[in-house]
């Protein structure tokens, strides 16, 4: 069985107060939000992101709506950072429970 997992990926913006690249993301599963080794996100943006996908992750619309692949803004304007919601669907790594 696979476990869900939303990625949240720079997509575009104007530039990044906080240093955020094209392409950086953070991920939000059952062991909370992750994000590559070294790398690190703005929380502002972070912020943006984790109400709707913690309200979704699990409900039966969630397939639906994470399928549309929805974009978010960050709430600083001049920035214009959008980002890209996306499933990711990890294998359980050995050692854990099926």
């Known amino acids: 069985m696979s476990d869900r997992h939303v990625r949240c990926t720079v997509e575009s913006m104007n530039y990044s ?6 392409g950086d993301y953070f ?3 059952p062991e909370g939000l992750t994000m ?29 709506w994470i399928e ?7 709430p600083d304007p001049p920035e214009a950072l959008w980002m890209r919601l996306e499933a990711v669907d990890r294998e ?3 050692g854990e429970n099926p």
């Not at 690190?40 to 639906?64: K, V």
Request: charged share 15%; net charge neutral.
């Open 27 to 29: 991920e939000v599963g």
């Open 92 to 94: 359980p790594t050995t």
């Open 36 to 64: 590559p080794d070294g790398q690190s996100f703005c929380y502002f943006a972070i912020g943006t992101a984790l109400p709707l996908i913690n309200g979704r992750i699990n409900s039966a619309t969630a397939d639906e």
């Open 68 to 74: 549309s692949k929805p974009l978010l803004q960050c």
């Open 17 to 22: 107060a906080c240093g955020l690249k094209k």
